[in-house]
């Protein structure tokens, strides 16, 4: 040990022994005035309670502690009663729900759906089952396998026992609930019917003049202290009511109880591969795209997207509630992406779609890509547009053709004499003149009134005048969809070779349409 080292003494040692405790009173102190040292439960007297005292961070050092000085000579370091401070959890305020003033069928229903429905309606509307030879046409081109399961009297049976209206009538919490839902929509009241199943079901009938909205109790049980949610599927009913679904919706049920009875373990393997006619693909398409504007129709009348996702997830209630497949607030869940990959089931094997439909109950149908559908919906300038309406009622649109232009109606060196028949929803409008040979078409000064309301789909026929009239192909465009105004719209859009057949023409044709938008007062609908 070097001379000019200090050395130990008992006057140094006392004082460190009286620093080092003196550290360690300070910490115990301010461990046990922040709840994590064992104390006495009898108060100190003359101890104030600190509210404002926070816990040391993780890592604080004793230095950093700043606790106040707690105590007196005469207070054991026991009897201090720590403040314990509660942990605030912010509060999430559920934004209120949206509601516009008005919509119309239009506002409501896919693109998709107006343009199948146009397809298919023809060919649906007998409501005799065994004059539906459309059935007869999907037995002849896939099989065997699937005239197996074709009894019309069966199919029959299945659609008078899934559209029954048998049960009790709603109570009046109920029937004010539809009465609100259809308020919204602006359409009018069915007459609710509430029916003992053990089946989950709500649907629509329309039997002896009258409308009926039938609700299974196990439905109303599944969405027992969900009423908002219920509005949702309330509202989704009649939502098919106002898009004027019903008698289609009548006709894809009697192809779902074809489709359910097949037996998948005779389907040859040839027929696993089997498109549907293009009648049907079309059906089963139109399906998906008819709940998708009903959903949003329940949305507008639960007024929140969140409530909407929640009611469709519970229709799924044997699914994990946490599936990162069925939460749209998941940051894998990619809803445009979803809808960018839907099935075109007229481009699809039957059979694949009968493996969906065996897997799932009717009514979960498609909720995978309906929950991405309506994510997408609720996030767009189109809903947001919506809601902003404040008018009570919608503008009553008068549109007018001016002029039609097509291009690409034949390949090089080939031409068409062509003329357009144009359409609102299957009813003829006009007839164009016949223009010359070739392969485009122009159309001028036509002047003709097609549509009076906002987002109306106007179809379009294009044919080669000759001793026999051959279908070309066909478009459709909706004037004033993105806000009608006084004034010249030009639309644009493609021309679709398979409008009536299928076809692997891969030609580009463009048609162009010139319609004059004029506000002509109201629609009281």
């Known amino acids: 040990m070097s001379d000019h080292e200090p050395q130990p003494g008992p006057t140094n040692s006392r004082a460190i022994v009286t620093c080092v405790a003196a550290s360690i009173a300070a910490v115990a102190i301010s461990l046990i005035y922040a709840g994590y040292w064992p104390h006495s439960a009898t108060p100190a007297a003359n101890v104030p309670p600190n509210p404002s005292f926070t816990p040391p961070a993780h890592g604080d050092s004793a230095e950093n502690l700043n606790s106040p000085t707690l105590v007196d000579d005469a207070s054991p370091v026991e009897t201090l009663e720590p403040t314990i401070t509660e942990v605030q959890r912010p509060v999430v305020v559920e934004a209120p729900p949206r509601f516009p003033a008005h919509v119309s069928r239009f506002d409501l229903a896919t693109r998709d759906e107006l343009l199948y429905a146009h397809w298919i309606s023809p060919f649906v509307s007998s409501s005799d089952v ?26 029959a049976d299945a659609i008078q026992q899934g559209l029954s209206i048998e049960g009790q009538p709603a109570l009046s919490k109920l029937d004010d609930l539809v009465q609100d839902c259809a308020q919204r929509l602006g359409v009018a009241k069915p007459t609710v019917i509430v029916r003992s199943s053990s089946t989950p079901a709500a649907y629509l009938v329309d039997a002896h003049s009258e409308t009926f909205l039938v609700l299974t109790s196990e439905m109303l049980q599944l969405f027992d202290g969900a009423e908002d949610e219920l509005r949702f599927i309330v509202g989704r009913e009649l939502g098919h009511l106002k898009c004027e679904h019903l008698e289609v919706r009548r006709a894809t049920l009697g192809l779902i109880t074809v489709l359910n009875a097949v037996n998948q373990r005779v389907v040859p393997e040839e027929g696993q591969f089997a498109l549907p006619t293009l009648l049907v693909g079309r059906m089963l398409t139109w399906m998906r795209e008819a709940e998708i504007s009903a959903d949003r129709a329940g949305l507008i009348c639960c007024g929140r997207p969140q409530t909407a996702y929640n009611a469709l997830a519970r229709l799924l209630h044997g699914l994990p509630s946490g599936s990162e497949m069925l939460d749209p607030n998941h940051p894998d869940f990619d809803a445009q992406r979803i809808v960018d990959n839907f099935e075109r089931w007229e481009q699809e094997p039957l059979f694949k779609f009968v493996t969906l439909l065996q897997q799932q109950s009717v009514a979960a149908l498609f909720i995978p ?62 007839r164009t003149k016949t223009d010359q040979w070739g392969a485009t078409g122009h159309w001028t000064n036509i002047e003709r009134i097609v549509g009076d309301q906002p987002g109306q789909p106007i179809y379009f026929e294009i044919w080669n005048d000759g001793f026999f009239d051959e279908f070309v192909g066909g478009f459709v465009i909706y004037p004033g969809s993105q806000g009608a105004s006084d004034g010249i719209e030009t639309v644009t859009t493609r021309i679709l070779w398979n409008w009536k057949n299928r076809t692997d023409q891969a030609r580009h044709g463009i048609a162009t349409v010139k319609v004059r938008i004029a506000q002509t007062g109201v629609n009281d609908e």
């Not at 037995?139 to 699937?146: A, L, Y």
């Not at 559908?373 to 767009?380: G, M, N, P, R, V």
């Not at 002029?403 to 409008?429: H, Q, T, W």
């Open 130 to 155: 065994r004059q539906w030879t459309w059935i007869k046409e999907l037995v002849n081109q896939t099989g065997k396998w699937v005239g197996t399961a074709v009894d019309f009297g069966k199919i």
């Open 369 to 430: 890509q309906r929950l991405g559908a309506l994510k997408s919906y609720a996030e767009s300038d189109e809903y947001e547009a919506l809601l902003a309406r404040t008018k009570l009622t919608d503008t009553k649109t008068l549109v007018v053709v001016d002029s039609i232009e097509a291009l690409g109606l034949a390949d090089p060196g080939a031409g068409v004499s062509p003329f357009v028949r144009c359409f609102k929803e299957n009813v003829a409008l006009f």
